[in-house]
């Protein structure tokens, strides 16, 4: 499990505030969890499991101080912005590589984390679920410890920004 996530109170202190981590989160991250005692190409995702993807997507995004939703978060992953009627929309994405046989080469497509939702701005825009390999590989980063190190990235630009 995460080191970020093992407090002993339901309590995760960033270094901008208090943000609450519920039995809800701890849940959806154990379940991803099992994706580590299974060969990738054993793995079934059901929707739970998108389900505690989408969870633990949401509690990084409530994270990361708006200030630096525009940055780069570490292994790849970057918040954007959807604009839609009722307001604005935030994923966590990751780019995805896999190969076109049609076009013989790699393409690279985003993955929205918290996908699975139709936002209507105009006209009805589709943000898909991530494939089953994004699910994989953001419940490994989870894993590995990808909630520490952005909580270790928050303080180092939290830092800089004290210093100038």
């Known amino acids: 499990m995460d080191k970020g996530l093992e407090k002993k109170d339901s309590w995760i202190t960033v270094g901008h505030g208090l943000y609450p981590f519920t039995f809800r989160h701890k849940k959806a991250v154990k379940r991803l969890e099992r994706f580590q005692l299974k060969k990738s190409w054993d793995v079934r995702v059901t929707y739970k499991d998108y389900e ?26 970057y918040i954007v912005t959807a604009d839609y009627d009722l307001g604005q929309h935030k994923f966590l ?52 410890g990808l909630i520490s190190e952005i909580e270790e990235w928050i303080e180092e630009k939290r830092k800089k920004e004290v210093q100038k």
């Open 52 to 77: 505690a993807v989408t969870i633990v997507a949401e509690y990084i995004i409530r994270m990361v101080p708006p200030r630096y939703h525009d940055h780069g978060l570490p292994r790849g992953y």
């Open 93 to 144: 994405c990751s780019d995805h590589s896999s190969w076109n046989y049609q076009r013989q080469e790699i393409e690279r497509k985003r993955q929205y984390l918290n996908g699975g939702i139709y936002l209507h701005y105009g006209t009805y825009t589709r943000y898909p679920r991530p494939v089953r390999w994004a699910v994989i590989e953001f419940a490994r980063d989870l894993h590995t």
